[in-house]
């Protein structure tokens, strides 16, 4: 998948079906965008979407009902996350939230995570080590005008070519 979109932590929905993303409105929220962007081809309801070039996670594994995950249990997830992105090798990655913004921009920015902030870098592209970062602010919080400029954006982005060289070698 060329683009990965990573939360937070599982919902409650998500940890009902066990597939990220789905089940709640969030997750509702987040299959119909990436249906709007020809990413999803089923409904924003269905349990297991069947998502086209996309691939979507969490920092966390795990859910607390009652609190948002620990710094250490985004700690001992970290390798986990790390080992999707080696495997997925996306060209694009959307931290989905503030938290998910900070963590990757920890890891896959040289610029200090307190720098970036997921409303005023919301629907733009951030340059990062071997990946464009595109902050998405929460699905649920978005207004339609907010929605509308991540779309356009994305699909600017989708009609350009966003590959980089990371990897490759020319002939």
Known sequence: ADFLFVGETPGSGADRTGVPFTGD???E???HVLGLLGLNNSLPSDPEPE???????YLARCRDPE???TDEEIRTCELYLN??????NP????????????EIATE????????????EDHATTIRGRGFEIVPMRDPLALSDAEREAFLDHFSSLMDRDYRQTKGRRSR
């Not at 896959?108 to 409303?119: H, K, M, N, Q, W």
């Open 25 to 27: 409105e969030r997750g």
């Open 29 to 31: 929220a987040l299959q």
């Open 51 to 57: 998502l086209d070039n996309a691939f979507v996670t």
């Open 67 to 69: 609190r948002s995950p």
């Open 83 to 88: 080992a999707e992105v080696r495997m997925i």
């Open 91 to 102: 060209e694009i990655l959307v931290p989905v939230g503030q938290r998910a913004l900070t």
């Open 108 to 119: 896959y920015t040289t610029t200090p995570a307190a720098e970036f902030d997921v409303s």
